[in-house]
């Protein structure tokens, strides 16, 4: 069974900075692609960033260089380090995780295994 909790959201104001962080058990964080899935009132949801097993990352064009995605392995933890938020990322902030050591993609869709979500506020 796969358990992916996060924590880390809250309320912040334009320019703030959160970490968002995912815990989950050894085997997931060494041979799933996890990422963080996002969707804001009224709106799909859509991939924020995500890292395969091999440590490689994708991040989406809208957040580069603001986020950073990161995993320990030792702590069994997946990170989002945010900086300079914006009000548009404003949303509920879910990890995800689908099996496949070289698997990665953006595409909520092809993510079959899911956290309960922490919510992000972002206020101007």
């Known amino acids: 069974q796969v358990q992916l909790v996060e924590s880390g959201g809250g309320s912040v104001q334009a320019g703030g900075s959160l970490r968002l962080s995912c815990a989950t058990s050894?085997?997931?964080?060494?041979?799933?692609?996890m990422g963080w899935i996002r969707q804001a009132p009224g709106k799909t949801r859509e991939g924020v960033a995500v890292?395969?097993?091999?440590?490689?990352?994708t991040i989406k064009d809208s957040v580069k260089g603001r986020f950073t995605i990161s995993k320990d392995s030792a702590k069994n933890t997946l990170y989002l380090q945010m900086d300079n938020l914006k009000p548009e990322d404003t949303a509920m902030y879910y990890c995800?995780?689908?099996?496949?050591?070289?698997?990665?993609?953006?595409?909520?869709?092809?993510?079959?295994?899911w956290g309960q979500g922490t919510q992000v506020t972002v206020s101007s």
């Open positions: 890292i395969n097993s091999f440590g490689g990352a």
């Open positions: 050894g085997h997931i964080i060494r041979d799933y692609c």
């Open positions: 995800a995780a689908r099996g496949g050591l070289a698997f990665m993609s953006l595409l909520p869709a092809l993510y079959n295994y």
